[in-house]
């Protein structure tokens, strides 16, 4: 996709936009639709044929599951798909995953740099102010 196509298409859905709101609403939306496309390519290259297509071989499409998991920009539901012989090991977002954010690497540069957890927890609150929330627990669990 060319600069020029990327633009027109940012002016035209610019338009709804009114409060910084609509923009979060907006990138979650889009960030949901990447994610949720780049999985189901993912699934058509391992059953090795597209959605709608006669498959190949015993395994094919089964549905999707549920997850929600942790952005930057808090939290993100998706569609997962899955296949009936549950072969499939998505790498996008894969198996047990929850968070999909740099803070994992950044809280381990705190420890490394010997802040506490509590410490970590106030850093983040400050730093991200109400966008991003983050527990003893998480920070914690990072590091395990």
């Known amino acids: ?26 990138t979650a939306v889009f960030k949901k639709f990447m994610i949720e496309t780049a999985l189901n390519t993912e699934l058509s290259d391992h059953l090795g044929y597209e959605k709608h297509q006669p498959k190949k071989g015993s395994n094919s499409r089964n549905g999707f599951s549920s997850k929600t998991i942790t952005t930057q920009d808090g939290q993100l539901a998706l569609d997962i798909p899955r296949d009936r012989e549950g072969s499939f090991e998505p790498q996008i977002i894969k198996k047990h ?48």
Do not use: W
């Open 97 to 144: 995953q929850t968070r999909i954010t740099s803070m994992d690497d950044q809280i381990l540069s705190l420890y490394a740099k010997g802040m506490t957890n509590r410490e970590i927890v106030a850093f983040f609150k400050e730093i991200r102010c109400r966008c991003v929330s983050i527990s003893h627990q998480q920070s914690y669990r990072c590091c395990d």
């Open 1 to 26: 996709m060319d600069e020029a196509t990327i633009k027109s298409m940012a002016a035209e859905l610019a338009k709804g936009l009114k409060t910084p709101e609509d923009l979060n609403q907006m």
